[in-house]
């Protein structure tokens, strides 16, 4: 099994310039989420998925959209970047279903983004 | 409003040593909590989780953590560090609800040789 896979690895963009970042995941799991990680500021939601066909806003959303294309992929998109959006981004995946949040998240190896 | 508060933004111990990372939450319903590590320019992995089944809660390569409600504290430790465990360390509390976890801002841990 892979896990929870995230293309691209790393990537540079101009302020205004748009981009998606892709998450897949082979484990079955009904929730996925995207996180930022800033230094000194642990991660923060960006938006989760509870159930395929489901799309929530987390702690910080503004200047993102997310799809989830079907029970494997959670893509988030940035429709015109900033520079505050450059960050770690990682794509994880758990079991719940429900809404508890209890269960274990796996992450994937994370995107590199800079926005000049 | 809950938090998770990590004492340390860096914390060095020699190989060797015990280590001892610090987390207290806040929250007036006991809690999930979590231990995540992640190594440099990787994805977090689970350490160990506490679900209320035991106070005492071991996980992976040797560390385990005590849940102490009285000091609303989940604190990671381990008897003797090595140059492996040298990472940086999150704690998180569920909701339980909505699915979110409330992280920590993380712990590095530096070990010295």
């Known amino acids: 099994n892979a896990g929870v896979t995230q293309t691209p690895k790393f990537q540079v963009l101009k302020t205004g310039q748009s981009m998606t970042l892709q998450c897949a995941q082979d484990?079955?799991?009904?929730?996925m989420y995207w996180y930022r990680q800033d230094p000194g500021m642990g991660l923060r939601l960006i938006y989760y998925s509870a159930s395929e066909g489901t799309t929530d806003k987390g702690e910080v959303p503004n200047g993102y959209n997310v799809s989830r294309l079907n029970k494997r992929e959670f893509s988030l998109r940035l429709e015109s970047a900033a520079p505050s959006q450059t960050s770690v981004y990682f794509c994880?995946?758990?079991?719940?279903?429900?809404?508890?949040?209890?269960?274990?998240?796996?992450f994937g190896p994370g995107t590199r983004l800079t926005v000049l | 409003a809950q938090s998770v508060t990590q004492l340390g933004s860096h914390v060095s111990v020699s190989e060797g040593a015990l280590v001892l990372l610090r987390c207290n939450y806040s929250?007036?319903?006991?809690?999930?909590l979590f231990w995540y590590v992640q190594y440099p320019n990787q994805g977090l992995q689970l350490l160990l989780k506490?679900?209320?089944?035991a106070t005492l809660v071991k996980g992976i390569n040797g560390f385990e953590a005590e849940f102490k409600k009285s000091e609303t504290s989940f604190h990671l430790t381990k008897p003797s560090a090595h140059m492996s465990d040298a990472a940086e360390y999150f704690c998180a509390v569920s909701r339980n609800s909505n699915y979110q976890l409330i992280w920590g801002a993380g712990t590095k841990l530096i070990i010295k040789p």
């Open positions: 929250s007036s319903v006991p809690p999930y």
């Open positions: 994880a995946s758990s079991e719940d279903f429900g809404g508890a949040g209890t269960d274990t998240q796996y």
């Open positions: 484990m079955n799991h009904n929730s």
């Open positions: 506490y679900t209320s089944a």
